[in-house]
């Protein structure tokens, strides 16, 4: 079985993807460098609202970046499709990494799709394609997890299992053919293997399930505990918020990495520290739906009642099963109830991001809570006679949901560096698990000789903060609209 090239039968596209390349960049700094000594111009106002395009040079750098931008994505589309439909010896390693992502193509263009068509009635999320920014951090984005959800829930893009290993394959470059393949097998290493001889490709798939399920969850867990520290603190001042402020500060003073050093130490570990630290952190969204329930629905007891039992209930089993865990001092759930085992690694490194981030969440949400309840319709509530929590969940919270939004995408981008960081340190993470962190420094230890198996998953680390920050740069850019 031949090698693959990276291009295959489609290297004539290579020089014309080049040209489109330097012409962007070329526009690029034309653009910035004129911005400099271009005179300032009033332009006028299309009938949809938008501004008219801008004349002159600068106006001929600006159109000359969106062409080649657009020019280069028509050209990856095409090479993509072409991946898809001529089939992986044709077009070499990219076209049959494109084919492997097909149902991630699909999905993205679905999801575009109907968004852009009922945008107007979606709120800020659809307002959020009314910007290029926003548009293109959005599906960088919702690449990673529709590539987590096919691969971790329907077993697909991947080619090989992350852990398995095969003789002769350690430590290949790129497209090198799977050597003893039977049938069934997927014939290449697309991305080459690593120093134990593991499909390179298939790690960097697999360890964005890591990434999209702890990054998120634990990121909603620190805004939790955030907001419902926040929120009164900002609301009612005095001692609380001084006791509140003196705790985030002398948590935010604590050397982040030694923390993790700490919790992941067998002592530390043995002593239950970090599972105790899950019952107090992990506590905080049953509080925070219970007074939001209460809150809303205390004028209607029964319903409250009956809706407060359904909820609370609910994430009370979750809340037990996820605390509870064997070979650790809370281990009290019987097996019939436990929900979930919940892995001793994964705990620490969840229970360390949700407390190094809480302390920021609740200054935020803080600042936000003090500037908000001097308004007139905070004013208004408070003549009407509703309580006070009602109009810190009820009121200020929703007025504060912009900054808040953008804030989440950032802190969840933050989060992914700092999974990458432990990951990459051996903190927590089993580091035999493809999470990208763990790759990298597989990869990087031959890094001069063979830099294939390290690349890959800085370039996925890369694109999924970048994609987060575009992300929530667009959604600060449309929030500021309203």
């Not at 992502?101 to 009922?118: G, R």
């Amino acid at each position: 079985m031949e090698h693959l090239t990276w291009t295959g039968s489609l290297a004539f596209l290579n020089p014309v993807l080049l040209v489109l390349v330097v012409a962007f960049g070329a526009a690029v700094v034309a653009q910035i460098i004129l911005s400099f000594f271009a005179a300032d111009e009033i332009r006028g106002v299309n009938p949809d609202g938008t501004l008219m395009a801008r004349g002159g040079p600068l106006g001929l750098a600006e159109k000359a970046v969106s062409w080649s931008f657009l020019a280069i994505l028509a050209a990856l589309v095409l090479f993509l499709a072409a991946g898809v439909i001529l089939g992986t010896g044709a077009t070499g390693i990219l076209g049959a990494i494109a084919k492997q992502f097909t149902p991630v193509w699909i999905a993205l263009i679905v999801t575009f799709v109907l968004s852009i068509k009922y945008k107007r009635k979606l709120g800020l999320y659809g307002k959020l394609f009314d910007s290029m920014i926003g548009m293109i951090g959005y599906g960088i984005v919702m690449f990673w997890v529709f590539t987590a959800a096919f691969s971790g829930i329907f077993d697909m893009i991947y080619t090989h299992e992350a852990l398995s290993q095969v003789s002769g394959m350690k430590n290949k470059v790129p497209g090198t053919p799977f050597r003893g393949a039977e049938d069934g097998d997927f014939a290449w290493y697309l991305l080459g293997g690593d120093n134990l001889a593991r499909d390179v490709f298939s790690r960097v798939v697999l360890g964005s399930g890591v990434v999209m399920v702890v990054a998120p969850l634990a990121t909603v867990f620190a805004f939790m505990v955030g907001i419902t520290l926040g929120l009164p603190a900002g609301y009612y001042g005095g001692r609380l918020d001084t006791l509140l402020s003196f705790l985030a500060n002398l948590i935010l003073a604590f050397p982040v990495i030694l923390l993790f050093y700490l919790l992941v130490t067998p002592e530390i570990r043995e002593t239950g520290v970090p599972n105790y630290m899950a019952m107090v952190l992990f506590v905080f969204p049953i509080i925070f739906f219970a007074v939001l329930l209460n809150s809303r629905y205390y004028i209607k007891p029964g319903f409250r009642n009956i809706l407060l039992i359904v909820v609370l209930g609910t994430l009370t089993w979750a809340y037990l099963s996820t605390i509870s865990n064997s070979g650790t001092p809370m281990n009290f759930m019987p097996s019939t109830l436990d929900l979930w085992e919940f892995d001793p690694g994964m705990l620490v490194v969840f229970v360390s991001v949700v407390f190094v981030n809480s302390p920021t969440v609740y200054r935020i949400v803080r600042g936000l809570a003090m500037d908000i309840k001097t308004r007139d319709y905070v004013a208004a509530a408070q003549t009407r006679g509703e309580g006070p929590w009602y109009i810190m969940l009820w009121e200020i919270l929703p007025n504060a949901r912009g900054p808040l939004i953008v804030d989440f995408c950032l802190r969840i981008g933050y989060t992914t560096i700092l999974l990458g960081t432990l990951g990459f340190f051996g903190l927590g993470l089993d580091p035999e698990s493809p999470n990208w962190g763990a790759t990298i420094n597989d990869g990087r230890k031959l890094l001069s000789i063979y830099p294939h198996p390290a690349l890959p998953p800085s370039f996925a680390l890369l694109s999924l903060v970048l994609g987060l920050n575009l992300l929530a740069d667009g959604l600060r850019e449309e929030s500021l609209k309203d």
